[in-house]
């Protein structure tokens, strides 16, 4: 079972891509041999809440529940968001939350604290945004790895997905020790880090069942992440568990009887 934890339905104007259709995402999805995705859709993101729902029922139910989403929560809106959070939750197209520490909170301001208690209490994971602040990125101090520790004790029934696995350099380092310290921390491939031996070291430092395939879609092609993955020197059951076993037990996701063509 291969499962694409991270990517992203809908139009961002940064993401370059030709064609961002379903129709798109499902012939690169069947390309690529991907039973399952995980969206958070840019209406979700962006403030356009009843057009990325829509988006993300549509998706769900044109490909028979192969593409699956996050709801998304954002601490500007406090109660408000959190009501968003509770519609989408009750549908099985939605397994997950996301959060976005770089809207301008950090990620261990209390404001969060909804977020995680919702997550408690409907048993769903929360996958985020993670980065390491640098002088050409400074928004990315809101996301740093180490500012979850306080949420990731406090919630220790909660899984959490470092998407992007830290982002850059210490961010690696920080959010693999902490997915080798915590049983409910994990990390996702997506994005651009491509350091050499990247997928090698992770696994080395926090163990196969930490580490998740994730594309970015749009903002990424899944073939240059897979293919990290593939080539990897590790064992074949570790790659089988980075590519869609930690996946489908984190999100709790079912085994899609999938006929490729």
């Known amino acids: 079972m291969i499962v694409d934890s991270h990517m992203h339905l809908g139009m961002v104007a940064v993401q370059a891509s030709v064609d961002k259709s379903i129709e798109a995402v499902m012939a ?154 915590y049983p409910n921390v994990y990390m996702d491939l997506s994005g651009d880090s491509y350091s050499f031996g990247l997928v090698e070291w992770l696994t080395g430092q926090a163990g196969a069942d930490r580490v998740m395939f994730g594309s970015d879609l749009y903002m990424i092609d899944g073939r240059t992440v897979m293919g990290r993955i593939l080539d990897a020197d590790i064992p074949p059951d570790a790659k089988a568990l980075i590519l869609g076993e930690n996946a489908a037990r984190v999100f709790k996701l079912k085994r899609l009887p999938i006929s490729w063509t």
Not at 33 to 62: H, K, N, P, W
Not at 64 to 72: L, M
Not at 156 to 172: K, Q, S
């Open 28 to 181: 690169h999805m069947d390309h690529l041999g991907i039973d399952i995705s995980i969206s958070t859709g840019s209406g979700l993101m962006f403030g356009r809440f009843e057009a990325g729902f829509e988006e993300a029922m549509q998706a769900y139910r044109r490909n028979g529940g192969r593409i699956v989403s996050c709801a998304y929560f954002n601490p500007h809106y406090g109660e408000e968001s959190l009501k968003q959070v509770r519609r989408c939750l009750k549908h099985e197209a939605f397994v997950a939350i996301k959060i976005y520490p770089g809207v301008g909170i950090y990620a261990n301001d209390e404001r969060w604290d909804g977020a995680w208690r919702l997550a408690s209490e409907l048993a769903v994971p929360i996958l985020t945004h993670s980065w390491w602040e640098s002088d050409y990125n400074p928004v990315q101090r809101y996301s740093m790895p180490n500012l979850f520790e306080r949420h990731i004790k406090a919630y220790p029934d909660v899984n959490l997905i470092f998407g992007h696995a830290g982002g850059r350099y210490e961010g690696h380092r920080v959010a693999a020790d902490l997915a080798r310290r």
